[in-house]
T-cell receptor, first 109, second 112 residues
Framework: EDQVTQSPEALRLQEGESSSLNCSYT??????LFWYRQDPGKGPEFLFT???AGEEKEKERLKATLTKKESFLHITAPKPEDSATYLC??????????FGKGTKLTVNP | EAGVTQSPTHLIKTRGQQATLRCSPI?????VYWYQQALGLGLQFLLW???????NRGNFPPRFSGRQFPNYSSELNVNALELEDSALYLC???????????FGPGTRLTVL
């Protein structure tokens, strides 16, 4: 069964303090690993898709990387508006996405 | 902009009632996915519809059902509501890249 574990559950940073979020996964036949950002009470906002080990993608202060067992979401010099819950999901042999429980990021000014 | 609308925004029901939730993907997208996000459980896959057919369903009882209409909008029905059905119900559409999914704002269902 496909599984995703995200750590830490919660992370508090000072503005400008860079850090990384971890997503460990087990899946048979990875078709894609996805990162989303979710604000309270709203739907997840798509950030990145990674397809194979070694792939990297960047968007503003965010950079996602992928290995055969885990993915990292690196946040460089975060701002308070980066505060949100970041969700990781994998897609294996079916169309459904299997999500982790997320990392709640708080960036203090 | 995710290109998915959901209605209603909030829905309050009592135990044993039925709830109907609606989702409309932007024109040109035929796949619709439903997920449940309950407190502490993360997003759980419910149903996938494509071209009017149910293609896959998650580990939910049969009282969770739905359909997709010819215009590719979709409806999720939850019968015999239970307190634990209280959750944010999210609908997603497929993307240009075949396995990407883009989510709508969700419907918050509260069962009293």
């Amino acid at each position: 069964e496909d599984q995703v574990t995200q750590s830490p559950e919660a992370l508090r940073l000072q503005e400008g303090e860079s850090s990384s979020l971890n997503c460990s996964y087990t899946v048979s036949g990875l078709r894609g690993l996805f990162w989303y950002r979710q604000d309270p009470g709203k739907g997840p906002e798509f950030l990145f898709t990674l397809y194979s080990a070694g792939e990297e993608k960047e968007k503003e202060r965010l950079k996602a990387t992928l290995t055969k067992k885990e993915s990292f979401l690196h946040i460089t010099a975060p701002k308070p508006e980066d505060s949100a819950t970041y969700l990781c999901a994998v897609q294996g042999g079916s169309e459904k996405l299997v999500f982790g429980k997320g990392t709640k990021l708080t960036v203090n000014p | 902009e995710a290109g998915v609308t959901q209605s209603p925004t909030h829905l309050i029901k009592t135990r044993g009632q039925q709830a109907t939730l609606r989702c409309s993907p932007i024109s040109g997208h035929t796949s619709v996915y439903w997920y449940q996000q309950a407190l502490g459980l993360g997003l759980q896959f419910l149903l996938w519809y494509d071209e009017g057919e149910e293609r896959n369903r998650g580990n939910f009882p049969p009282r969770f059902s739905g359909r997709q209409f010819p215009n590719y909008s979709s409806e999720l029905n939850v019968n015999a509501l239970e307190l634990e059905d209280s959750a944010l119900y999210l609908c997603a559409r497929g993307g240009v890249s075949y396995n990407e999914q883009f989510f709508g704002p969700g419907t918050r269902l509260t069962v009293l």
